[in-house]
């Protein structure tokens, strides 16, 4: 991942191959299994403090390069997408159903609604 986001840093463009065999192996015990998880979600958290000022510095690539690092590479698309839904479900829409305001939410919306989002997060 460091190296993938190096290379876009530096205004470099990927080309998927998905015709290349490889040899792969599975980890041999369940604790092998776990160790390889926690790598695997623990390395963007690891890499996202020493590259964060790099990548805004950075005069080399566009404003939306730079937002989809920051968006897509590290888990900022998912905090944002659970900050949201915590915030509608929660804190919006109770309160747009519960109390009679000035701003008026039918409960069938309320529910499509947080249906649609939890779909969208899903997918």
């Not at 190096?6 to 776990?34: K, M």
């Not at 926690?38 to 964060?52: D, E, I, M, T, Y």
């Not at 730079?66 to 915590?86: D, E, N």
Request: net charge positive.
């Amino acid at each position: 991942m460091n190296l993938a986001v190096r290379t876009s840093l530096r205004g470099w463009r990927f080309v998927c191959a998905g015709d290349i065999g490889v040899r792969n192996e599975l980890p041999s015990t369940f604790q092998a299994d776990c160790y390889q998880q926690h790598r695997w979600s623990c390395g963007p958290a690891n890499l996202f403090p020493k590259v964060l000022l790099e990548i805004l510095h950075n005069d080399r690539v566009s404003p939306w390069k730079k937002l989809h690092l920051l968006y897509g590479f590290f888990f900022l698309r998912k905090v944002v997408a659970q900050l949201v839904t915590v915030l509608l479900y929660y804190i919006v829409i109770p309160a747009c159903v519960l109390v009679q305001g000035d701003v008026h939410l039918p409960k069938y919306v309320a529910m499509y609604l947080l249906a649609a989002i939890t779909l969208f997060n899903t997918a």
